[in-house]
């Protein structure tokens, strides 16, 4: 079996962060968050990197990730363009968002031959998540006709943020912490310890407990998922056209999803106990730098991080 590798979402950058001139360091040395998953991820067993970013972001990318990593880790690039689609179908009129999150992954198909895990390029997931998805996907192969996946969740409590509501994936497992189904919460708040969503912008509200497992997109696969979300995209892509052709979007977990329903496939539900940070609202810088300071002065990050 081929050493698991990492596929890095970063195609969305360039639009959150002006052409990525304007990421904002979080270490004291001018680090990203990025940085402190490439060193959580190689220190894990990781030995290669797939970032999938867009075309016209790519020496900028280079120029303000790439490049350096590639120093410490073999560093591979894939491409996600509206125009990859399979024959046969075209990019609507007026059509300028991606399409989603499972189309950045089979972005990656050509130049990922074994098991990877996917990860945002902007969360901050910890040591821990690192080491459970590496010495899963290294010791866990296809069994005869079911997928052996794996996702690492998160309790919610670990995940939220003071600053304003964030979406998140509710995971419900069986006893034998087997994934069931994930759905996606997309204005989630904190309450307290615990934390509450709505479906209605705010009319009514519904509590979570801070201990609900939740996913922040960090998956493991074997390589059958390339196979299995390219042969559904068309499927999706005649729904999508027809039904919300400007924004439809193939998401990661609904491919998931069906291969659960059709018992294809099974996904192990990892646990880390990490906090994550991310930066959704500029409120949330000082926390994740003051968190990261905290974490260097602990001695889990060394102050330079590469020495390069």
Same mark, same amino acid.
């Given at each position: ?15 959150? #962060? ?91 198909? %050509? ?22 998805? #590496? ?42 912490? #087997? ?23 705010? %009319? ?76 959704? #609202? ?27």
């Amino acid at each position: 079996m081929n050493k698991p590798v990492l596929v890095v979402m970063a195609a969305g950058m360039g639009s959150r #962060y002006g052409g990525l001139k304007q990421i904002d360091p979080v270490g004291n040395h001018n680090q990203l968050i990025i940085d402190y998953s490439i060193y959580d991820a190689r220190r894990a067993g990781f030995e290669t990197v797939v970032f999938v970013i867009k075309h016209e972001i790519e020496d900028t990318f280079k120029a303000a990730i790439g490049d350096r990593l590639s120093k410490v880790i073999n560093v591979k690039y894939a491409f996600q363009e509206l125009t990859d689609l399979p024959a046969g179908y075209t990019v609507p009129e007026g059509r300028v968002k991606p399409w989603g999150t499972c189309h950045a992954i089979l972005a990656a198909r %050509k130049v990922v031959d074994g098991p990877f895990a996917v990860v945002n390029a902007d969360d901050y997931y910890g040591p821990e998540a690192f080491r459970e998805i #590496y010495q899963y996907l290294e010791s866990h192969s296809d069994q005869e006709g079911c997928y052996e996946f794996a996702m690492v969740g998160y309790r919610l409590g670990n995940t939220v943020t003071e600053h304003g509501h964030v979406a998140r994936g509710v995971c419900e497992e069986d006893e034998n912490n #087997y994934l069931i189904r994930v759905t996606e919460r997309t204005k989630i708040e904190k309450d307290g310890d615990n934390a509450r969503f709505t479906e209605d912008d705010g %009319k009514t509200w519904t509590p979570l407990s801070g201990d609900t497992i939740v996913s922040m997109n960090l998956w493991g696969f074997t390589r059958s998922f390339l196979t299995e979300a390219d042969q559904r995209f068309p499927a999706f892509l005649d729904k999508a056209l027809q039904e919300n052709p400007i924004k439809g979007e193939y998401f990661l977990p609904s491919v998931v999803t069906q291969l659960l329903e059709e018992k294809k496939a099974r996904v192990k539900v990892l646990r880390s106990s990490d906090k994550w940070y991310g930066v959704t #609202y500029k409120e949330d810088k000082p926390v994740v730098v003051a968190a990261i300071a905290e974490k260097t002065a602990s001695g889990l990050y060394p102050d330079k991080l590469w020495e390069v």
